[in-house]
């Protein structure tokens, strides 16, 4: 596929994402990709294996993953061009659109907000049960709120910027295109969400899917960072901050991300969080120059999408270049 028609491509499934999103019950690469990597790791830790198996195991599990996406997406559009170029076009589009999450970010802040704004905490708590990993039964207005803003600053790298960011590299190399290169990174993605913990019974299967993940988005959440800075217009003060705190966080870049939309918005992330009955103290990100407010939210959302806008640009001008 042309340069050209990759960068249509990228264009037309921003505006999907924008205006669609990722309609319940539709077809999805993650769904394949999250059945596959269940079978897989399900079938490995039947065999009992040692450590040092299990480990192996899990290098192979995330190499032929992540290179199996890849692979297969590459193909597809292969197929689809050889039908016609626009058809190319189409099902590069939509297929990129399923790794852009700026949408699903946006819908699942909300899905939190509407009922918090109306006063009706139990569902608000419910609400947010559903997207984080924290325990949310007794959690108060501010915790919500702190949630939801931690749980956007997070995932807009991962769910939107790094997507983009391999996108934009899978353009500028030949014979390989944006698909391959976007599905590859959100098949390491979702290998790190599920397998990727360092506990039991991922502790050696999900080592590697964890470290090749934050290899993969290191760059992406740099460049992310840069450009919260600059759009926020302090970028000195949002540099100093994550200088400050970032690397705190146990996570190479959960921590910088959340601390530059910390800074930029000029509210304080991180605490006491409680998973499955057990407290866990997470470094504080930031300054607490204000409280956390549905409408800091509504700005960090904004804030990630002029990110992702910022990114389309910077690689239309890679291209004319």
């Known amino acids: 596929m042309s340069i050209i028609h990759c960068q249509l491509s990228i264009i037309l499934a921003a505006l999907l994402d924008y205006l669609i999103g990722d309609p319940w019950g539709w077809p999805h690469p993650v769904r394949a990709m999250g059945y596959a990597i269940a079978r897989v790791s399900d079938f490995i830790l039947r065999q009992r294996w040692n450590p040092q198996q299990q480990r192996f195991a899990g290098v192979i599990l995330g190499v032929g993953i992540i290179g199996g996406s890849g692979l297969v997406a590459w193909l597809a559009i292969l197929a689809a061009k050889a039908i016609h170029p626009i058809v190319g076009v189409g099902v590069s589009a939509i297929a990129l659109a399923s790794c852009f999450a700026g949408r699903s970010l946006r819908d699942a802040a909300f899905d939190v907000l509407?009922?918090?704004?109306?006063?009706?905490?139990?569902?608000?708590?419910?609400?947010?049960?559903?997207?984080?990993?924290?325990?949310?039964?007794?959690?108060s207005e501010a915790e919500i709120l702190r949630a939801v803003l931690e749980t956007v600053a997070e995932n807009a790298v991962d769910g939107v910027t790094a997507?983009?960011?391999?996108?934009?590299?899978?353009?500028?190399?030949?014979?390989?295109?944006?698909?391959?290169?976007?599905?590859?990174?959100?098949?390491?993605?979702?290998l790190d969400s599920m397998v990727g913990y360092k506990k039991d019974p991922y502790t050696h299967l999900g080592w590697f899917s964890a470290r090749f993940e934050d290899y993969l988005t290191w760059w992406p959440c740099r460049f992310t960072v840069a450009a919260i800075a600059l759009l926020s217009g302090k970028p000195g003060r949002v540099w100093q901050l994550c200088r400050r705190d970032a690397n705190q966080d146990p996570s190479p870049n959960s921590g910088w991300s959340e601390c530059a939309y910390a800074a930029a918005l000029g509210v304080q992330?991180?605490?006491?969080?409680?998973?499955?009955?057990?407290?866990?103290?997470?470094p504080l990100l930031g300054n607490r120059d204000r409280a956390i407010s549905p409408q800091v939210?509504?700005?960090?959302?904004?804030l990630t999408r002029h990110c992702f806008?910022?990114?389309l640009a910077i690689g239309s001008l890679l291209i004319l270049n």
């Open 269 to 282: 992330l991180g605490g006491r969080n409680v998973y499955g009955g057990v407290v866990k103290d997470k």
């Open 163 to 190: 997507p983009l960011f391999y996108a934009i590299i899978g353009m500028l190399v030949p014979g390989v295109g944006s698909v391959p290169l976007a599905i590859a990174y959100k098949a390491a993605s979702t």
């Open 297 to 302: 939210i509504k700005d960090a959302l904004k």
């Open 309 to 311: 806008l910022l990114g």
């Open 114 to 139: 509407q009922p918090l704004e109306s006063g009706d905490l139990e569902s608000a708590r419910l609400r947010l049960s559903l997207y984080v990993g924290r325990d949310t039964e007794h959690l």
